[in-house]
């Protein structure tokens, strides 16, 4: 089997910050380089290992079909445990990935941070809250980690090149770190340029990221996504394969399964900062505060609702029943985040508009995803003509009084958004 190879390249300080640059080389020559950026003050957190290097570049070596040569040393644990976690993914997806071998320099375990403490990964949204919250809380029982510090990655849902985007939602999630008396570290990398499936590989991205940190930290948290009765597989982010992302002196864990989301948030909304700073939108434009219009906007302010809160102070308006049945395109992971608030809803005894609106549109959005290419493409060239045309065939007088109500730039976007969202689905299924 051809090989890649992956060595430190080097390390550079500069700028109050710590880059280490890992090359990763194939036999044709191509070479890539990972990057990991951390503040200087963490300098002594850094692990001399290249556990964390192999973690960031295995779904690659899979994808490529090529063994990994890691000329460094790596912790046979690892590497153990790192056999089970391909064979879930090849498994899983045996048209993707490819089973390697992972061959290094020296197998040697890393010597255990001399404290028992723990690092969550933190992003602002439900998951890493809920996480941050129950572990500094005491909420845990045995399960209980002893939490000091939150990572925060930038490359990962906010791009590199918006340093100043990243800087605010790090201000936010600094401020509700702080108010539970944990710190918040920032790490910036390059990992996402790899060009893996995002869907696929974003738990081993932060899991590298955490792992670097093992000379201090001997335990990363990882928010889970689904719940175990709703249990999606696969995805980057399970109670199966996450674990595996670990060795004998780090442990990673997959933490919060047990609730759903809506139960996640009602944990939390006693948590004045978390209401104030919470942010979930990786979709508008400003990706450090919420836009209000995305489904994962309006499912999370749904999640709210279903518990009898209002719309948290971190969104600036509450969502209609109008932009409900506007939300197209949902995947598997998000219909079933829907279908959570509708049996918390039908629980509950909830009658309210909303949830037979949602219902439908549930209903609709499944139809969808299981619709002949061909259909889905003629629904969606039909909503978006028919909307994104209205004002043309509307009369002046109606459009004016249309033009009022909040609803018709939600048309007007929901239209076009149906039919660019459409396009960007199909024709990127076709180029992956």
């Not at 109606?398 to 007007?412: E, K, M, P, V």
Request: proline share 5%; glycine share 6%; charged share 20%.
């Amino acid at each position: 089997m051809p090989q890649t190879h992956l060595w430190l390249d080097n390390i550079t300080e500069s700028n109050g910050s710590i880059t280490i640059n890992v090359v990763l080389e194939n036999t044709q020559h191509a070479r890539t380089t990972l990057w990991y950026r951390v503040p200087v003050e963490h300098k002594t957190a850094i692990t001399p290992s290249s556990d964390p290097f192999v973690v960031g570049a295995l779904f690659l070596a899979m994808r490529q079909a090529t063994d990994l040569v890691v000329h460094g040393q790596v912790s046979p644990s690892l590497l153990r445990n790192l056999e089970e976690f391909q064979a879930a993914w090849v498994s899983w997806k045996p048209e993707r990935y490819i089973k390697i071998n992972i061959l290094a320099d020296t197998e040697q375990e890393s010597s255990p941070a001399p404290a028992n403490e723990a690092v969550v990964a933190f992003s602002g949204g439900v998951d890493s809250c809920f996480t941050a919250w129950r572990h500094s809380q005491g909420l845990c029982g045995r399960q209980q980690r002893n939490l000091h510090a939150g990572v925060m990655v930038h490359g990962f849902d906010i791009p590199l090149n918006q340093t100043d985007v990243f800087n605010r939602a790090k201000l936010k999630a600094q401020k509700m770190l702080a108010s539970l008396g944990v710190q918040l570290l920032p790490i910036a990398t390059n990992f996402r340029d790899l060009g893996d499936n995002w869907e696929d590989c974003h738990a081993a991205g932060a899991a590298s990221c955490l792992m670097l940190l093992q000379q201090k930290y001997s335990v990363g948290l990882y928010g889970s996504t689904e719940p175990y009765k709703k249990l999606l597989i696969p995805w980057g982010s399970n109670p199966i394969t996450d674990p595996m992302l670990a060795s004998d002196s780090f442990q990673f864990i997959h933490d919060g399964a047990a609730y759903t989301r809506t139960k996640k948030i009602q944990v939390i909304s006693d948590w004045p900062e978390a209401n104030k700073y919470l942010r979930v939108c990786w979709q508008g434009q400003d990706k450090d505060k919420n836009c209000g219009q995305c489904e994962k906007c309006v499912r999370t302010i749904l999640n709210f609702r279903v518990i009898g809160l209002s719309a948290p102070e971190c969104f600036e308006n509450d969502v209609s029943d109008a932009q409900i049945s506007e939300i197209t395109h949902l995947n598997l992971t998000q219909i079933g985040e829907f279908e959570q608030i509708i049996d918390a809803a039908k629980t509950a005894n909830n009658t309210d508009s909303w949830v037979s609106v949602l219902e439908k549109t549930v209903a609709y959005n499944k139809k969808m995803l299981n619709a002949p290419p061909a259909n889905r493409l003629r629904r969606a060239l039909y909503k978006g003509i028919l909307w994104g045309a209205y004002p043309l065939l509307v009369p002046a007088a109606a459009i004016d009084a249309y033009r009022r109500q909040r609803s018709f730039q939600r048309s007007w976007r929901g239209g076009i958004g149906r039919l660019k969202g459409w396009l960007t689905k199909e024709l990127g299924a076709i180029d992956g």
